[in-house]
């Protein structure tokens, strides 16, 4: 197998189950995922709470449209909006979080009656063709120019290229409170104070995409809690239903009173709004965000101690977690599956990403401190 064959989109690694943060193939081969599959199950997988409100859902009410009163919607928006930040009154499901970027753009335009959007450089904020515009990197981006107008990059992290760019034609500044496939790239202290005091100074939307960060994987229920600011616009996808595919966009009574007509035919379906019931409860009353936050100072402590000079950087916040490698991550990632059972995933070429369930203690801690250990030394001592 080689190199690309791992990393090109199909990973040779046929996988049957999931239990807690494991998966297992076939013939019962036991893999640690590092990966949530993108933060995508923060409870990990087949959590109780969730099974059994999908399955007792599904077997009384599969789907019908946003427009009739049904129990499982209405209990998961209640759940998300008060896991939200204080403000933030109103909320929409939607499939994704490029969906739920692409709403919170819309809104903000909408709202603000202006249509410039400031994004920063290395972001990433999804695939549809909003989205797309205000991600960073050509090569998600070339294939499908000319895409949405009127969007201006300032590096990420710098409030005063931030200043300069936000004008009173500004819809938004959006921003990922920590960027995740940019390569775990967390901004300097007060960056998105200094966020929130321009767009409130503009008239402009501060969105914060949360797809990645949230649901307590940062050591809060948000990211943007750890910096104590709350957005216009809060989007979230990825873990909000443990697996299941569901997005949603939280906002100020401004944007939701200012905000155009916007809609989706599967926006909070029962079956979904069930997994977020259950997914953001679950959370919220197991107190994960502070496990997140233990689990991850643990975690950076002992990569820190033992791979030192080994890699140039570990940094991120709880259970978001980057290696800057002297070498390729993907030939990482790589190694850790075949030979070690443990699933990680690159963000960029030189950063290993590690986004483990919530669920993960010192013994899990400690089995990826190890693995990574053996990968990255042996890698050093082939330089």
Sequence with gaps: MSDLDFVSGSKPIGLERGEGPYLYTADGTEFLDAGASYACTPLGHCHPAVVDAVQEQVGRLTFVDSSYPVEARENAYASLVAAAPDGLESAWFCNSGTEANEAALKFARSATGESKIVAATRSFHGRTMGSLAATWKDKYKKPYEPLAG??????????????????????????????????INVPPAGYLETARELTDEAGAALVLDEVQTGMGRTGQMWACQNAGVTPDVLTTAKGLGNGLPVGAVAVQDWIADGAASHNATFSGGPVVGA???????TIVEEEYPAHAAEIGDYLVTELEAALGDDVREVRGQGLLVGLELKRGANRAARDLAMNHQILALPAGRTVLRLLPPLVIGREEADQLVDALTAVIGSESEGN
Excluded: K, N, R
Aim: a negative charge.
């Design 150 to 183: 009127d969007v201006e990059f300032v590096p990420y992290g710098d409030g005063e290229e931030l200043a300069e760019a936000v004008d009173d034609e500004t819809a938004a500044v959006i921003l990922e409170p920590i960027q995740g496939e940019g390569g």
């Design 275 to 281: 997994a977020v019931h259950a997914t953001v409860s």
